[in-house]
């Protein structure tokens, strides 16, 4: 029987099904409620652990991007700030090389080829800190640029390119005018 009395406050009795009695006074979750409970739980933290995982892995990328990257500008910034042509009277130096790329008196021509193991200060003798395992190159080659030509050789294209540790390289160019 699915039935019971209750007094109502007004003093009116009322019929109030028994299985719904029963299920007010339960209380509590029932052990497969808990288990259940337990394992959904568990494969949301392992999903999120795994994404979590991937994520710091590869968190230091950036830094290493940016170290090539501030590298090359570097670099480049170098070569551009170089003499377009010969000044009169300058001693041949000749292809730029990791010990003369101080001491020697250069044109931006000159740098065309020049690599480098390791990332080292003006000097060229004081490898900076932490930059030893990238490479670097450059490369210097006559360029058209608006109404100058390649061939009048007025204009060059440097590119270089910086190799980080982990094998990745990053390429930047800019252009030198004999103005």
């Not at 288990?35 to 739980?41: A, K, L, Q, R």
């Not at 003499?83 to 790329?101: C, H, K, L, N």
């Not at 294209?157 to 252009?175: K, R």
Request: with cysteine.
């Amino acid at each position: 029987m699915c039935t019971r009395h209750r007094q109502h406050p007004q003093g009116v009795r009322r019929w109030v099904p028994r299985c719904y009695a029963a299920t007010l006074s339960q209380r509590g979750i029932s052990l497969i409620e808990l288990i259940m409970f337990i394992v959904i739980v568990s494969v949301a933290l392992a999903g999120i652990l795994l994404v979590m995982n991937v994520t710091t892995k590869n968190s230091a990328d950036p830094l290493v991007r940016k170290q090539a990257l501030a590298a090359a500008e570097s670099l480049l910034e170098e070569v551009e700030l170089q003499d377009f042509i010969r000044a009169s009277g300058a001693v041949v130096a000749g292809t730029v090389t990791q010990g003369t790329r101080a001491s020697a008196y250069h044109i931006v021509n000159e740098y065309n080829t020049f690599a480098t193991t390791g990332i080292y200060t003006v000097d060229g003798i004081t490898p900076i800190a932490g930059l030893g395992n990238y490479n670097a190159n450059v490369t210097v080659a006559n360029a058209a640029l608006g109404s100058i030509t390649s061939g009048s050789g007025n204009a060059v294209l440097i590119t270089v390119t910086v190799t980080d540790p982990q094998g990745n390289q990053i390429a930047i160019d800019g252009y030198r005018t004999a103005y």
